[in-house]
C-alpha cells in the first residue's frame, strides 16, 4: 500500500504478504469454526434456499470455491451431492480435511474431494488434481469472494476470478455468489447486525470501519469480538478482524453480468428472499446460469 493508504488489515499474527489468507495463523481459523458451528447449525433458509435451487436444477456435481473449514460442503454431501471443495487458506484446509477423517465411516464421504486453489488460477488448478472437470454449480457463499481486494485499483483480478468461475461451470451451470450488504455499511458505518448464515451460540460484537480513498470506498475493516469466555481453548483469540472489498450493488451485478459475457440469467435474492422483500438485508446472494451455448 501506498503512504496514503495505510491501514492495518489483518489479525496479529498473519503475514501481511497475505492478506489472500487471513487465516494464516491457525487461531482466527478456530474462532471462525466456532463461530459458524457446524453443519446441524446452518440456518434453514439458507439451506433450503442452497439445496432447492441445485435440485430444481438437476446439479449433481458442486465446487464449493471458498469452503473454508467444510462446513458448507459437508451440508451438501450429507444432501447427496458429489463435492469438490476448494479454499486457498491450508490453515482452513486442514478443518475439513478433519472434517472428513471424523466422517470415514460415512460412505458418502468417500467421494468428497479437497484440495487446495486458488481462484486467480481455478481452471488449472482444477485441471491439476481433475483432468477435464467442469460442474454443475459452483458456490463461492459467505461473503468469501469480497476477501480479495483491488490490489491494481481497477478490479482487473476480481473480474478474472469471476471469469473463471464461469469457465469451470458446464453449460446451463449455476454460479451461487454473494457479498454483505456493503452499500448500507458505506452509507451508514455499520453492519446489518443478523446473520443469514450462522446460527452461533456464542455472543458476537461487530465493529465497522470504512476506508475511503480518494473520496472511493477501498476498504471494509470487521473487528469480531465473539465472546467465548466459558471456552478455555478459545479465551485468547476471541477477537480478529478480516478485510473486504466493499462490493456495491450495482456494480457487482455488472461485473458478473460482463464474466458471463451478457449472456447468463441472473438472479438477486436479498437475505434469500425477493429484493424487494427485505428493506436492509445482511446479504445479497446472485445466481447466475450459464447459457447453454
Known amino acids: 500500500m501506498s503512504a496514503d493508504k495505510v491501514f492495518h ?38 439451506k433450503n434456499f442452497l439445496t432447492g435451487l441445485l435440485k430444481k436444477h438437476n446439479c449433481v456435481k458442486v465446487l464449493d470455491a471458498a469452503c473454508g473449514t467444510g462446513i458448507d460442503s459437508m451440508m451438501l454431501v450429507d444432501e447427496g451431492f458429489k ?35 486458488s481462484w486467480e488460477t481455478l481452471p488449472e488448478d482444477i485441471q491439476s488434481f481433475l483432468p477435464g472437470a467442469t460442474f454443475d454449480a ?77 473520496g472511493k470506498p477501498e476498504l471494509v475493516a470487521l473487528d469480531y469480538l465473539i465472546h467465548t469466555n466459558e471456552d478455555a481453548e478459545l479465551n485468547e483469540q476471541s477477537m480478529f478482524r478480516l478485510c473486504y472489498y466493499p462490493h456495491e450493488l450495482d456494480k457487482f451485478t455488472s461485473m458478473l453480468d460482463e464474466a458471463f459475457d451478457n449472456k447468463a440469467e441472473h438472479s438477486i435474492y436479498a437475505d434469500f428472499k425477493a429484493l424487494d422483500q427485505v428493506e ?10 450459464k447459457p447453454l451455448n
Open 280 to 289: 436492509n438485508p445482511a446479504y445479497y446472494i446472485h445466481v447466475m446460469r
Open 83 to 117: 463435492v469438490v471443495s476448494v479454499d486457498a487458506s491450508d490453515k482452513m484446509l486442514k478443518h475439513a480435511l478433519k472434517a472428513r477423517w471424523e466422517k470415514r465411516k460415512d460412505h458418502k464421504y468417500d467421494e468428497w474431494i479437497i484440495e487446495e486453489a
Open 138 to 214: 459452483v458456490i463461492c457463499l459467505g461473503n468469501s469472494f469480497a476477501h480479495l481486494l483491488d490490489e491494481f485499483e481497477d478490479q482487473r483480478t476480481q473480474k478474472m476470478c469471476l471469469r473463471n468461475f464461469a469457465k469451470v461451470l458446464k453449460p446451463g451451470g449455476l454460479l451461487f455468489i454473494d457479498h454483505r450488504n456493503y452499500d448500507a455499511m458505506i452509507n451508514s458505518g455499520a453492519t446489518p447486525g443478523h446473520s443469514i448464515y450462522y446460527n452461533c451460540s456464542y455472543p458476537v460484537d461487530i465493529k465497522t470501519s470504512v476506508l475511503v480513498v480518494r
Open 9 to 46: 488489515s489483518r489479525s496479529q499474527g498473519i503475514p501481511s504478504e497475505g492478506v489472500k489468507d487471513q487465516y494464516a495463523d491457525g487461531k482466527a481459523a478456530r474462532v471462525w469454526k466456532k463461530y459458524i458451528g457446524d453443519s446441524n447449525q446452518r440456518t434453514q433458509n439458507y
